[in-house]
């Protein structure tokens, strides 16, 4: 199971929204207080004093190696500005641009059940299949899509 930590609300400045993956960890993985409201209020936190900064998204069946490839590529054409354009591989290239580029849709695409899990508990487990119709493109291209298939480039 692959646990994504997400941004709960806008970060200011810095451009990053509610629902912007800040990392993806194992199963197991136990955060600090801070990241986790079930570990805030076991160690005798006010739920009041909750800075509400992060949740937790909890993908049976997904494993970090797909988190990693989901978060951090994407596919598309190859164009002329790439790299090895003219090498005779003009067919889709995968690009690492970095995990800020995504955005988990929280309020639009996950069911009303979690959103609320969310909200109240910081926290909600989908399933695999919910994920990918979840991440979204923060940059609005149209011929980006998630994949857990890298190519050899």
């Known amino acids: 199971m692959a646990r994504f930590l997400l941004l709960a ?15 993806y960890f194992e199963d197991g993985t136990v955060f600090p207080y801070g ?3 079930s570990v805030w209020l076991a ?3 006010s739920e009041a004093d909750w800075p509400n900064t992060f949740m937790i998204l909890d993908v049976p069946g997904v494993s970090v190696e797909e988190a990693s490839r989901m978060m951090e590529e994407h596919k598309r054409p190859a164009v002329e500005g790439d790299p090895m354009f ?3 591989d003009l067919e889709d290239r995968y690009v690492t641009l970095g995990r800020h580029r995504w955005n988990f849709d ?3 695409r996950l069911p009303q059940q979690a959103i609320d ?6 926290r909600a487990g989908i ?3 919910i994920l990918n119709s979840l991440v979204i493109d923060r940059s609005g291209l149209d011929d980006v899509f998630l994949t857990d298939t890298p190519k050899e480039v």
């Open 9 to 23: 609300r806008p970060t200011g400045r810095s451009g990053r929204v509610r629902g912007d993956p800040v990392g």
């Open 35 to 37: 990241n986790d409201k």
């Open 43 to 45: 160690s005798g936190r």
């Open 86 to 88: 003219g090498v005779g």
């Open 106 to 108: 929280i309020d639009g």
């Open 117 to 122: 899990n969310m909200n109240s508990n910081g």
């Open 127 to 129: 399933a695999r299949a």
